[in-house]
């Protein structure tokens, strides 16, 4: 297994054999928290990320050594400003506990346009000539958009894909319920940033929970006339019902040949019901009739005609490979 950003910097911290500079490539809505982390790594008495008075006041935003640029957080972008008064602290002693301190630098909206240029020639000279025990974090979501200068000064740690479980605890932490946020990063892919959009979405979590209704009933073509109904009752929910239908299908094949490979924690009945209901013979063959399906209703297919004939495909399929 690979190694995480944070299990490697812990590794290198205790064993003294950080850099004074790191670039930190993730998504963009991991970009701060990670940024967070990596400070805690950085002060922390034990390397630890472990919740001790240091990495609280980091949590919080409360310790002296730890700086999180941009100062400005509504425009988000770095400016040639920011790096001057990072090269004046970075003078300065520690003041708060510990030998070193922290400059975390979200650079994730920094990197293209007017601007981006001019803040990352100004850091070249702290990077070459580090003062005192100074740790420079640098959060994007593409190493490579950065110059090549300030590359090559810097040590570049990749985080891996967040798995669907992750991206469900970022939503969580914002607030959200646990089933809703498994829905919606296992909707993503993994991708956070989209998660976030599925879930601050209500229309999207209605539409899944419509294609799971769909998919867990023992519906006949006589009761299907109102599935197509509800499919339809917004022309443009389709789409939304169609990703939700195959990823629903896709995750009960995994949960009868690889139950480690389902991603969708906390469905186990729905899943069951899916599975009662499809065999994996029929559940293939429906998602490439709603692949096909999908494909003709961006060429402008009637929304009514294709919601109507997929939903009569699909039970026939049903019927036919009988579980
Ligand atoms: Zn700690």
Redesign the pocket.
């Known amino acids: 297994m690979k190694q995480s950003v944070t299990q490697y910097l812990k590794s290198q911290f205790t064993d003294g054999l950080n850099v004074h500079a790191y670039i930190v490539q993730t998504e963009k809505a991991h970009i701060a928290p990670l940024l967070k982390q990596c400070a805690?790594i950085a002060l922390?008495?034990?390397h630890?990320?472990?919740?001790?008075n240091?990495?609280r006041k980091v949590e919080l935003s409360e310790h002296q050594d730890c700086i999180s640029l941009p100062t400005d957080k509504v425009k988000n972008r770095i400016t040639v400003d920011d790096i001057s008064y990072l090269v004046e602290e970075s003078m300065k002693r520690p003041v708060d506990s510990g030998e070193t301190r922290v400059f975390t630098i979200d650079a994730s909206d920094s990197v293209n346009g007017v601007g981006a240029i001019p803040w990352q020639n100004k850091l070249l000279k702290t990077l070459e000539e580090p003062v005192g025990n100074t740790v420079i974090f640098i959060g994007v979501t593409n190493a490579d958009s950065l110059l090549r200068t300030v590359v090559s000064r810097c040590r570049v740690l990749k985080e891996d894909r967040l798995s669907a479980e992750q991206v469900a605890k970022l939503l969580e932490q914002k607030g959200y319920l646990a089933s809703k946020a498994t829905l919606a990063a296992v909707l993503s892919g993994g991708d956070a940033d989209n998660a976030c959009k599925i879930i601050a979405d209500a229309g999207w979590i209605q539409c899944a929970e419509k294609a799971l209704d769909f998919l867990c009933d023992k519906v006949s073509t006589k009761t299907a006339l109102r599935y197509v109904s509800a499919f339809t009752q917004n022309k443009d929910d389709m789409p939304k019902i169609m990703s939700a239908l195959i990823m629903f299908l896709r995750e009960s094949i995994a949960y009868r040949v690889a139950e480690q490979r389902v991603t969708l924690k906390g469905y186990e009945g729905q899943l069951q019901a899916i599975s009662a209901n499809y065999s994996v013979e029929s559940a293939f063959h429906c998602i490439a009739l709603i692949e096909q399906s999908y494909k003709r209703l961006q060429n402008n297919g009637n929304v009514v005609v294709e919601a109507d004939n997929l939903v009569v495909n699909m039970l026939e399929v049903k019927y036919r490979c009988r579980v």
């Open positions: 805690c922390c008495p034990n630890g990320d472990d919740g001790c240091v990495c």
